[in-house]
């Protein structure tokens, strides 16, 4: 499975962004979707996940209501739509596919990697 992550850029505080994350390859073994991001000099953190069917969503605390995860199955395309964006939000956002369920929020739990897109939130 190859991961392919864009959307990313720049934008104020207040603004929104739409990534996506386009899955090719054997997709048909994926089960579930999760977006990551890293700030400079920080770990990588958990933003939100998905599961490929039937599109159950979960989000960390720090995006709920913010964030919105959905995919498109026909397109084998997973979203991140960002809205409210903090200076907090600035960093590489990955997408990432697992081949079975678990704790989504874990990134060892993931086979596969996008090779990230960059946003960054000014105030």
């Known amino acids: 499975v190859q991961l392919q992550a864009s959307g990313g850029g720049m934008v104020q505080a207040g603004g929104s962004l739409r990534l996506s994350c386009a899955a090719s390859?054997?997709?048909?073994?994926?089960?579930?979707m999760g977006w990551f991001r890293q700030a400079p000099g920080k770990e990588r953190t958990f933003v939100g996940s998905?599961?490929?069917?039937?599109?159950?969503?979960y989000y960390s605390d720090s995006v709920k209501g913010r964030f919105t995860i959905s995919r498109d199955s026909a397109r084998n395309t997973v979203y991140l739509q960002m809205t409210g964006l903090k200076r907090d939000d600035t960093g590489v956002y990955f997408c990432?596919?697992?081949?079975?369920?678990?704790?989504?929020?874990?990134?060892?739990?993931?086979?596969?990697w996008g090779q990230g897109t960059l946003v960054t939130v000014s105030s």
């Open positions: 990432a596919a697992a081949r079975r369920y678990g704790n989504s929020i874990r990134p060892q739990m993931y086979d596969y």
């Open positions: 390859g054997r997709t048909g073994d994926i089960l579930v």
């Open positions: 998905i599961t490929w069917i039937p599109g159950d969503t």
